[in-house]
Nanobody, 114 residues
């Protein structure tokens, strides 16, 4: 079964930055599109950013120009650099494949204070 382990979250003031990491195991990482998702309290999980195996990136409108997704296939790791963070970015962040796999990781909490 695929395992996804997210890290890098924390508490940051508005305008600050964080870099999230997600290590995937038991998956042929290099051929898969990967993505970051987030779920805020009381809201549905949403797609934040995705990256294909060839490096094409796509972002939700709410994070364009502030977040950057990248990947290192040698480390089976996908990253999310988050700059100019806003309180509305507060959520638990998860990584998964595109399309998603049934098993999700534990996520990493991002809290942005105003």
């Amino acid at each position: 079964q695929v395992q996804l382990v997210e890290s890098g979250g924390g508490l940051v003031q508005a305008g600050g930055s964080l870099r999230l990491s997600c290590v995937a195991s038991r998956i042929i990482f290099s051929i898969n599109s990967m993505a970051w998702y987030r779920q805020a309290p009381g809201k549905q999980r949403e797609l934040v950013a995705s990256i294909t195996s060839s490096g094409w990136r796509n972002y939700a409108d709410s994070v364009k120009g502030r977040f950057t997704i990248s990947r290192d296939d040698t480390k089976k790791t996908v990253y999310l650099q988050m700059n100019s963070l806003k309180p509305e970015d507060t959520a638990v962040y998860y990584c998964n494949r595109v399309p998603v796999l049934p098993a999700w990781g534990q996520g990493t909490q991002v809290t942005v204070s105003s």
